[in-house]
């Protein structure tokens, strides 16, 4: 079954910091990763997409890369601001079943001001 | 979560009660999912349709049951509620394979 792990579990930064979230996974036949974002009280909102063909994924300040080999992948944010405060979750599918998505459980990020 | 809606956004229920929970889409799209949200423990499936008239089971379905009558419309009941199934439900759509876009929620308790 596939495991889905995302350390830390929570981090606090200053503004303006350069971070990166890690997720992981134990099974490499993955047919995509997607990183989402959730508010407090929210959904989730979807921020980057990577198929298994790829390596990385960019999208303003974000860039997400999939290491399938090693079961990894990363969230590089830039520039951090306090709006970037939330929680951050990856999740992955696998081709047995392309409609699960297996969550991990988040990592909850602060960025202060 | 444009597109998406949930209802009720909050309840709270005795041992053994029933509910439904109903998630509206104004997307048109084909899937539609019911997610649980737990602390510590990330996202888990419940249920999902692949098309109006069909549902399937998820990671976690027992408990709950769904339908699908409608393809705007994805209805999640509990039969029976259980102080185990206090959490955060979340409905997911999406127009084929890859994203999904999640509604607001749904924060239920079970006393």
């Known amino acids: 079954k596939q495991e889905v792990t995302q350390i830390p579990a929570a981090l606090s930064v200053p503004e303006g910091e350069n971070l990166v979230l890690n997720c992981s996974f134990t099974?490499?036949?993955?047919?995509?990763l997607q990183w989402f974002r959730q508010d407090p009280g929210k959904g989730l909102t979807s921020l980057l997409l990577i198929q298994s063909s790829q390596r990385e994924q960019t999208s303003g300040r974000l860039n997400a890369s999939l290491d399938k080999s090693s079961g990894r992948s990363t969230l590089y944010i830039a520039a951090s601001q306090p709006g970037d405060s939330a929680t951050y979750l990856c999740?992955?599918?696998?081709?047995?079943?392309?409609?699960?998505?297996?969550f991990g459980s988040g990592t909850k990020l602060n960025v202060k001001p | 979560n444009a597109g998406v809606t949930q209802t009720p956004k909050f309840r709270v229920l005795k041992t053994g009660q029933s509910m439904t929970l109903l998630c509206a889409q104004d997307?048109?799209?084909?899937?539609m999912y019911w997610y649980r949200q737990d602390p510590g423990m990330g996202l888990r499936l419940i249920h999902y349709s692949v098309g109006e008239g069909t549902t399937a089971k998820g990671e976690v379905p027992d408990g709950y049951n769904v339908s699908r009558l409608k393809k705007q419309n994805f209805l999640l009941g509990l039969e029976s509620a259980a102080p185990s199934q206090t959490s955060v439900y979340f409905c997911a759509i999406g127009a084929g394979l890859d994203t999904q876009y999640f509604g607001p929620g749904t924060r239920l308790t079970v006393l």
């Open positions: 999740a992955v599918k696998t081709p047995d079943n392309f409609n699960k998505f297996y």
């Open positions: 997307m048109n799209h084909e899937y």
């Open positions: 099974d490499s036949a993955i047919y995509n």
